[in-house]
């Protein structure tokens, strides 16, 4: 069975430019994360989406933002992008259900440096 | 606030030896706990979770400890080897998953 898949796995912007990422879930997989990696931060939550509709949201602006296709297939979009948004993001996916019996699967990431 | 966090942010220990990691946690109404491993250029890899009902739970050479009296997690591993070298994070879920900071592993042949 296919992990979660990210793609692309490296990209580099200027500020100020828009960027879309991908992330196609494991089969079956109905619910897909995204966090955002940082050394100063850590892992931190950006939002759930579940049968196409955002289920959850953490704590960042509305430059963040996502959507789920039917397919399950999920992109996060950042606009007007900004030096601190530079970062490793990543991709979960889960089966839905209890977290207890369905946890999260990560993909490898995608590195965004901004310049 | 409500944290999820690490005591130590780096361990380094011999080839052989066991390794404890430990993370604490504030929010009393978390009731599952999960540790991930994340090795470099790499996504956090499950490795063993424990429910709230729950003291004590094994894997294969890890062991988690959940000590909700003094909201203390722990993560054992026995006879490190030099592929336990990673980041490890604690995880807690409540309204949704937080993570803790994460402590790096490092084993010394």
């Known amino acids: 069975k296919a992990g979660v898949t990210q793609t692309p796995r490296y990209l580099i912007k200027t500020r100020g430019q828009q960027v879309t990422l991908s992330c196609s879930p494991i089969s079956g997989h109905r619910s897909v994360s995204w966090y955002q990696q940082t050394p100063g931060q850590g892992l931190q939550f950006l939002f759930e989406?579940?049968?196409?509709?955002?289920?959850n949201k953490g704590n960042f602006p509305g430059r963040f933002s996502g959507r789920q296709f039917s397919n399950s297939r999920s992109e996060m979009n950042v606009s007007t992008l900004e030096l601190g948004d530079s970062a490793l993001y990543l991709c979960?996916?889960?089966?839905?259900?209890?977290?207890?019996?369905?946890?999260?699967?990560f993909g490898n990431g995608t590195r965004l440096t901004v310049t | 606030g409500e944290s999820v966090g690490l005591h130590l942010p780096t361990l380094s220990v011999q080839e052989g030896d066991n390794s404890i990691i430990n993370c604490a946690y504030s929010?009393?109404?978390?009731?599952?706990f999960i540790w991930y491993k994340q090795e470099s250029g790499k996504g956090p890899q499950f490795i063993i979770d424990i429910r709230s009902n729950m003291d004590k739970r094994q894997g294969q050479r890890v062991t988690v400890l959940l000590n909700k009296t003094v909201k203390h997690l722990s993560l054992q591993i026995a006879a490190t080897q030099p592929g336990d070298s990673a980041v490890y994070f604690c995880?807690?879920?409540?309204?949704?998953?937080?993570f803790g900071a994460g402590t790096r592993l490092t084993v010394k042949p």
């Open positions: 989406y579940f049968s196409e509709t955002q289920r």
């Open positions: 979960a996916s889960s089966w839905d259900g209890p977290i207890q019996d369905s946890p999260l699967h």
């Open positions: 995880a807690e879920t409540g309204y949704d998953m937080r």
């Open positions: 929010n009393s109404a978390s009731d599952y």
